[in-house]
């Protein structure tokens, strides 16, 4: 999928992590393979590149797909799989040497035929559903993990916690400065949840002068370094899928209207402003801890 993956395992021996290790990358690889849109073997590489023509799919792609559609509707359009054609743009993953239809497709252009499980794109539409596959792989992959006393799934700084650390104390999870990577703004404590952070500052890169980053408002068809308010957000939840889905959706729908939403949800946050400003909610300081006086691992 792009990204580092560690597993931390409590409690068990090197061969019970190292059989455990393995059911996990297995399940990895399976999404890798299934959802990427830096393969061209993916399924989701095949109906990206047919042509305006419908295209059969897995239950698990097509779920994954309504699942994106509703949110854009949830957004009214600021999260859009179809996003995935102007990464390619960019040269940020396939289509190689793409160049954007116009008018852009979008969401409302998706068509699904729930009997054939089929699915049919506008010409030129590229979908990319990582904000809600990545979490998806990382709560399948702990389900893979039984038995065991305690373990954290760590996928690109998503996390998900299960039992506790050692002695029974609970996981402490740094937060990065999204201004200095060496640098950390908060750390928590927790067990049984996910921790996921969503920023600007990791996936980016400049097309003719311009910088972008992976997290683009499809109403406005563009990604820049002073379109958002928020930089960085952390957002913890049941599942990954929930928390990597929200904290992405955060700096997308920004300030205004990720707060409202996250309080609805219920979910604690933590969120880094462009202008250094941190905000965060009550339940989310109640889990931090002082920064002098924790031992990261």
């Known amino acids: 999928m792009g990204i580092p993956v ?7 021996s090197k061969e019970e992590a190292d059989k455990y290790t393995e ?3 297995k399940v990895f690889r399976a999404y890798d393979e299934k959802f990427s849109r830096f393969k061209e073997t993916s399924e989701l590489h095949r109906l990206n590149t047919n042509k305006g023509n419908w295209c059969k799919v897995s239950i698990d792609l097509f779920q994954v797909l309504k699942k994106c559609v509703t949110l854009a509707r949830e957004t009214d359009g600021v999260f859009d799989p179809s ?5 390619a743009s960019y040269g940020y993953g396939l289509p190689k040497d793409f160049s954007l239809p116009s008018p852009l497709p979008t969401y409302r252009t998706i068509e699904f035929d729930d009997r054939e499980l089929s699915i049919r794109l506008a010409e030129g539409q590229i979908l990319e559903p990582a904000s809600i596959v990545k979490g998806l792989a990382i709560d399948k992959a702990g389900e893979e993990i039984v038995g065991v006393p305690g373990f954290m799934i760590n996928a690109g700084g998503d ?3 299960r039992g506790p650390f050692k002695n029974g104390t609970l996981w402490n999870i740094a937060i990065q400065d999204p201004r200095d990577p060496r640098a950390i703004v908060s750390i928590i404590s927790a ?14 890169g400049e097309k003719d002068g311009k910088k972008w980053h992976h997290l683009i408002d499809m109403k406005k068809g563009e990604a820049s370094y002073e379109s ?19 904290a992405s959706l955060a700096i997308l729908l920004g300030i205004d209207q990720a707060i409202p939403r996250l309080k609805r949800l219920n979910l604690p946050y933590f969120l880094i402003l462009d202008d ?10 109640t889990l931090e801890l002082p920064l002098n006086k924790v031992e990261i691992m």
Do not use: M, N, W
């Open 83 to 87: 996003v995935g054609g102007i990464l």
């Open 159 to 161: 996390i998900l916690t």
């Open 276 to 285: 250094g400003r941190i905000v965060k909610d009550a339940k989310f300081t």
């Open 191 to 204: 067990r049984d949840t996910s921790v996921a952070t969503s920023g600007i500052y990791q996936t980016h």
């Open 23 to 25: 059911r996990a990358e």
């Open 228 to 246: 958002g308010d928020i930089v960085s957000a952390t957002v913890i939840a049941p599942t990954c899928e929930q928390a990597d889905t929200e």
């Open 6 to 12: 560690h597993i931390t395992f409590v409690g068990i």
